[in-house]
């Protein structure tokens, strides 16, 4: 079977560029995640999208213009808008501080008394479970299944998780929009088996400073596979958070050997069989930064180079201009509603049909985003779709996810993640779900 990977390595890689699009990589891994960072119900998913109550800084005061003098108390609806705040981020003892100062002021406070027992529930370990199907126009089938433990404290929380499922790559060579189909001495028996995989995964999330401004993320996954090797991937991520929901700064690096793989997507395969039988794996360094350029529009900047384990190279680059439409009104932050370009340009060393990678693919897309959150329901929508593109066929795309508490003292919590490309032509469309949910003991 190694053999027969081995002599399709070279037809693979000779194919013509225009084989086809695979421009879903140039599309998705660029950071689709404007509303993929609420899909792991990660801390950082207000930061991100939404703009924060204003923040009480150590002298008592808040930050925010208009409040009192420094050193003076900040007024109750401060206090008990940002506590709320701090849970609706998966923050209670960041938030049972707020509501035990508020306490000191007005010991009958029911809205604190009532917070103070939300918090000191939501810092009680957990347990998570999930489901994830995926399958693509490439004849690419997944399937897994897993859960683990979800331990808490004061400075964020650990996640360890054990998966299991399967991966099928089966090279229908009628599919024509297939590009592996394009070659008749490409699909072949040897990808026509599912692969079973087992994965050990632990997710890391601190944050820490004074005024909670410095977060970070270390995924590390080791993978069990029956049939093709196995391997090991990680990612650290930081970030430094300037201003809540409009000054960020990230940096970060990992191993993967999924273009669409990070700390929020953990469980997604590789992008073909062959590239998962070949064991190739790359190096990801990325960096990137949020920043408004006036009162109402947003500017991203990202960037990625990946550094492939069989020579390859990869340059993207992805910026956004979103204006906001929502909040119009300061003491409303939410819904967050932003409408603006997202333009992408992907630079790969050479082409090659085992996983997606374009040359001189660019694109501009029309984007919008919308997020509502608060400790009880989360909802976020990305919607893009492309008004140009050269040398690969841009996808339109929707991400959505939302979840719900429910049961006594709110201790489950449903969730559910939607990720559809469709594009034209060769180009790769494909279709992500994911349902799950966790509860607190």
């Known amino acids: 079977m190694r053999n027969d990977c081995k002599r399709s390595r070279e037809k693979r890689r000779a194919a013509k560029p225009g084989a086809t699009s695979r421009a879903v990589g140039a599309f998705l891994g660029a950071g689709l995640f404007v509303g993929l960072a609420a899909a792991g119900a990660r801390p950082a998913a207000a930061q991100e999208s939404g703009t924060a109550p204003p923040r009480p800084n150590a002298g008592g005061a808040p930050t925010a213009p208009g409040g009192p003098p420094p050193g003076g108390p900040p007024p109750l609806p401060v206090l008990l ?3 709320d ?3 609706t981020l998966d923050r209670p003892w960041e938030a049972e501080k707020l509501y035990k100062l508020i306490l000191l002021q007005d010991p009958r406070n029911a809205v604190a008394l009532k917070g103070l027992e939300d ?3 939501q810092q009680r370990p957990g347990f998570t479970v999930l489901g994830h199907s995926y399958y693509d126009s490439e004849d690419t089938q997944l399937f897994a299944y897993g859960g683990g433990p979800i331990l808490k404290y004061p400075g964020g929380k650990v996640t360890v998780t054990v998966g299991n499922g399967y991966y099928k790559n089966n090279n229908n060579p009628n599919n024509k929009r297939n590009p592996l189909s394009l070659s008749p001495d490409i699909p072949s028996a040897e990808d026509n088996f599912a692969l ?3 994965t050990y995964n632990v997710l890391y999330e601190p944050f820490w400073g004074k005024q909670m401004q410095h977060e970070g993320s270390v995924w ?3 993978q069990n596979w029956d049939k093709v090797s196995d391997r090991f991937l990680y990612d650290f991520r930081y970030s430094y958070i300037a201003e809540p929901g409009r000054k960020k700064f990230t940096v970060g690096t990992g191993r993967k050997d999924s273009f669409y793989q990070n ?4 469980f997604l395969a590789p992008e073909s069989y062959f590239q998962l039988a070949d064991g190739i794996l790359f190096n990801d360094y990325y960096a990137g930064v949020e920043y408004p350029l006036a009162k109402r529009l947003d500017f991203t900047f990202n960037y990625r180079f990946f550094d492939y384990n069989d020579g390859n190279e990869r340059n993207n680059f992805r910026t956004q201009f979103l204006y906001r439409i929502k909040p119009d009104n300061p003491m409303r932050p939410m819904p967050i509603w932003r409408v603006g370009l997202d333009g992408i340009i992907d630079e790969g060393k050479f082409f090659t049909l085992t996983y997606g990678i374009p040359r001189d693919f660019r694109s501009l897309s029309i984007a919008t985003d919308y997020a509502f959150l608060t400790r009880d329901e989360k909802y976020v929508l990305y919607l893009s779709y492309p008004i140009w593109d050269e040398n690969f066929a ?3 795309g929707v991400v959505g996810y939302v979840s719900k508490t429910f049961g006594p003292s709110k201790r489950y919590e449903a969730y559910g993640k939607v990720i559809i ?3 034209r032509n060769l180009s790769i469309s494909l279709y992500d779900y994911v349902v799950g949910v966790n509860t607190r003991f």
């Not at 700390?263 to 953990?266: G, R, S, T, W």
Request: cysteine-free.
């Open 85 to 87: 705040f701090m849970l």
């Open 119 to 121: 918090a000191k529930n």
């Open 220 to 222: 590390l996954s080791q």
């Open 81 to 83: 808008g940002y506590a």
């Open 394 to 396: 841009a996808p339109a």
């Open 421 to 423: 490309l469709e594009a």
């Open 196 to 198: 079973q995989r087992q």
């Open 263 to 266: 700390q929020i997507n953990q």
